[in-house]
């Protein structure tokens, strides 16, 4: 049983995370599991995050204008996402999950500077069909160890050089195939050692990550293109240098 202090605190987690990815379409995760870690162990967070993740991507997925043609272009790197999520979940419950996070973090920090310098590269569409598969069994293997979907699905769709809302929406079917693959994953190493209990919590949890990011996609209309690559640049520096420094301390 958790105490009120500990339950609120896991609702304004939520709440938190939740207007995050509203305005710059990640993030859910990786505010979530980095808070929560305060209160439990990262197997125990991850569980906690599947169904807001779940249902906050398949939100941001569906109601995107490009659906069919994201999902063929980007279906090769979906399809390494999956095994490879699957395949790292492991990494997850180990004992060098701080070093993965302090990575992870220096890497979000040092993609955030290039992009605030707008230094940032670009992937040709004649390379795609062998960097996407690349892509997304990398992202999978630091996904099993951090929990986190960022690393390298972000840089890369951003490299893509999409639309403002097809790099949501093509955000929101990367997440998506990832907490998929993560709770498949987590079930497979025995992280989940009381399942109705952890998927009822979830679905508890649903209700301020959705409060929050009806918040967040309020502020993110309103925002210019500009403003919108600003933001989302200062988030993953902001992001990325918790990670670090929280791991490292």
Same mark, same amino acid.
């Given at each position: 049983?958790? @105490? &009120?202090?500990? /339950? ?8 938190? *995370? ?41 939100w941001?997925?569906?109601t ?18 999956m ?16 070093? !993965? ?5 220096a890497?979000? &920090? ?10 940032? =590269? ?5 390379h795609?069909?062998?960097? @996407? ?28 050089? %999409? ?10 079917? @990367? =997440?998506?195939? @990832? +907490? !998929?693959?993560?709770?498949i ?6 992280? =989940? +050692? ?5 998927? !009822? *919590? ?5 209700a ?19 403003? =919108?690559? +600003? ?5 993953? /520096?902001?992001?990325?240098?918790? %990670? !670090?420094?929280?791991? /490292?301390?």
């Amino acid at each position: 049983m958790l @105490s &009120v202090g500990v /339950l609120a605190w896991i609702g304004a987690v939520f709440l938190a *995370a939740g207007l995050v990815k509203g305005v710059v379409g990640m993030g859910l995760p990786t505010v979530a599991m980095e808070l929560l870690a305060v209160t439990m162990p990262p197997a125990q967070a991850a569980a906690l995050l599947l169904i807001p993740s779940l249902v906050t991507n398949l939100w941001q997925l569906l109601t995107g204008p490009s659906f069919g043609d994201l999902c063929k272009r980007l279906s090769t790197m979906m399809a390494g996402v999956m095994p490879g999520t699957i395949a790292g979940a492991g990494l997850l419950t180990g004992t060098h999950t701080a070093f !993965a996070s302090a990575g992870l973090g220096a890497a979000l &920090v040092l993609y955030a500077l290039v992009g605030l310098a707008k230094a940032g =590269f670009t992937t040709p569409a004649r390379h795609e069909a062998w960097v @996407s598969p690349l892509v997304g069994v990398a992202t999978g293997l630091v996904t099993g160890a951090t929990g986190i979907f960022v690393i390298p699905a972000v840089p890369y769709l951003q490299s893509l050089r %999409l639309e403002k809302e097809d790099l949501i929406q093509a955000l929101g079917l @990367s =997440f998506t195939v @990832s +907490t !998929a693959a993560l709770a498949i994953g987590l079930f497979r190493t025995g992280a =989940f +050692t009381s399942p109705a209990a952890q998927l !009822a *919590a979830s679905v508890v949890v649903l209700a301020p990550a959705l409060a929050g990011m009806f918040a967040g996609q309020a502020l993110h209309q309103r925002m210019s293109v500009e403003t =919108f690559r +600003t933001v989302f640049f200062f988030g993953l /520096l902001a992001l990325g240098g918790y %990670l !670090a420094l929280e791991a /490292l301390w």
